[in-house]
Nanobody
Framework: QVQLVESGGGLVQAGDSLSVSCATSGRTFSSSAMGWFRQAVGKEREFVAGLSPSGSSRYYADSVKGRFTISRDNAKNTVYLRMNSLKPEDTAVYYC?????????????????????WGQGTQVTVSS
């Protein structure tokens, strides 16, 4: 059974930095595309960042480009999201997601139905 467990969320002030992690188990992590999504109260879940299995290709939502960085450590079966210059509008539950394989089209990284496994989420709250 595949498991994804996020950690590292918390309460920070605007302008601060925070990193969240997602530890995976139960499948070959190195062959999985990984993604981070978020969902704010009263809003739909949205794409934040995506990463190819090798880590060579990264994809970001326009709202976080230049502030957030997705990375992975295949030896530790873990994916990270480093968030800098946080804004109150970044407040959300952040979810980690994994696919069974690498999407053939880069546009697929942006859609939630590309991913087959999801974590339980970690809350990130940014105060103004």
């Amino acid at each position: 059974q595949v498991q994804l467990v996020e950690s590292g969320g918390g309460l920070v002030q605007a302008g601060d930095s925070l990193s969240v992690s997602c530890a995976t188990s139960g499948r070959t992590f190195s062959s999985s595309a990984m993604g981070w999504f978020r969902q704010a109260v009263g809003k739909e879940r949205e794409f934040v960042a995506g990463l190819s299995p090798s880590g060579s290709s990264r994809y970001y939502a326009d709202s976080v480009k230049g502030r957030f960085t997705i990375s992975r450590d295949n030896a530790k079966n873990t994916v990270y999201l480093r968030m800098n210059s946080l804004k109150p509008e970044d407040t959300a539950v952040y979810y980690c997601a994994a696919s069974r394989g690498a999407p053939l089209l880069s546009t697929r990284y942006y859609t939630s139905n590309t991913y087959d496994y999801w974590g339980q989420g970690t809350q990130v709250t940014v105060s103004s």
